[in-house]
């Protein structure tokens, strides 16, 4: 096969992954056309360099890079009864520059970051108390002897595992859920290997996307890790990127990504496939994810540091 193909197992795959979207928190009626908010500072709601975003939940999770901490909006951008969490350190409930951040089910790893300044993954449990305050705990923490630069992060729910993108080392690994111990890597083609990997998403079928930023293109692998194909190239026409940075994955099994250098978003079928461009008034957008409105969220790189809800069908 050419790596630059797909093979059959893109036709038909077997569903065998619960839909991360089936069990959400809030109603779907309401639609926003487009909202932006959250300016750079250290003020409550406002954020620092958003660097990675999560929507599945139902709240916005975001990982605030510069201001080592983890911010939570509402699906519509609104605060919730959750405070800044996190402070700049090694120890626990702190970080150093926070990169990919993951919700799950599981008591004690709700949420899961990718702790990207201290080389580790940290499992937060949310917990309230009397007065109904959200906040987070630390329960577990590995990887500061196995990761260089740990980016972006998935959660495997067939398993269940966590996938962890590590930029520095040019590796893609499978991790145990209860312990982090590592049981599996990804195989990129022996002609197509990672130079730059950014971002992961995974889809209901147990497909992996990666996101390369300096092959610029998105890479596609099994739930094992074995190598599936390509799309995108160099370039600033429709399908192609310059530097693509975050991925999701939407009701449909679209495949959204933030073209980084080109500032715009684009939409692809599962097998890669070029649909449109969701949207270019964004500047050098980072992450995206799609809220439980079925509305894009996008962090950009834009001088305030916006993030952005956006209608996008």
């Known amino acids: 096969m050419d790596h630059s193909g797909y093979d059959k197992r893109l036709i038909r795959p077997q569903r065998d992954y619960g839909n991360p979207y089936t069990a959400m928190l809030y109603p779907t009626n309401r639609t926003i056309f487009q909202h932006e908010w959250a300016p750079t500072g250290y003020r409550r709601s406002l954020v620092n360099y958003p660097e ?95 990761f260089s630069k740990p980016m972006g992060i998935a959660y495997d729910f067939k398993r269940p595992g966590v996938i962890v993108v590590d930029e520095v080392a040019r590796r893609v690994t499978m991790h145990d859920i ?4 590592c049981f599996g890597e990804f195989r990129p083609h022996a002609s197509l290997p990672f130079l730059k990997p950014i971002d992961i998403a995974m889809d209901e079928y147990g497909r992996c996307y990666v996101t390369d930023a300096h092959n610029h293109c998105v890479m596609l692998f099994d739930r094992n890790g074995d190598f599936i194909g390509r799309f995108g190239e160099y370039g600033t026409f429709e399908g192609s990127f310059r530097q693509p940075h975050g991925v999701c994955i939407d009701r449909r099994a679209n495949v959204v990504v933030a073209d980084h250098d080109n500032n715009r978003v684009q939409m692809f079928t599962p097998d890669g496939q070029f649909q449109r461009i969701v949207t270019s008034d964004v500047y050098g957008p980072k992450a995206v994810a799609v809220n439980v409105h079925e ?16 209608k996008y069908k």
């Open 295 to 310: 509305n894009l969220v996008v962090s950009t790189s834009e001088p305030y540091n916006f993030l952005k809800i956006m």
């Open 178 to 181: 209860k312990d982090g111990r």
């Open 52 to 146: 990675f975003l999560d929507a599945k939940s139902g709240d916005i999770i975001v990982s605030e890079r510069d201001s080592h901490r983890l911010q939570i909006f509402s699906c519509v951008g609104e605060e919730t009864r959750f405070e800044p969490f996190g402070r700049r350190g090694s120890g626990k409930n702190e970080f150093l520059f926070p990169g990919g951040v993951v919700t799950t089910p599981i008591t004690g790893a709700n949420v899961i970051v990718a702790d990207t300044g201290n080389r580790r993954v940290v499992y937060l449990g949310t917990l309230s108390d009397q007065h109904g305050h959200g906040f987070f705990e630390q329960h577990l923490e590995f990887g500061n002897q196995v």
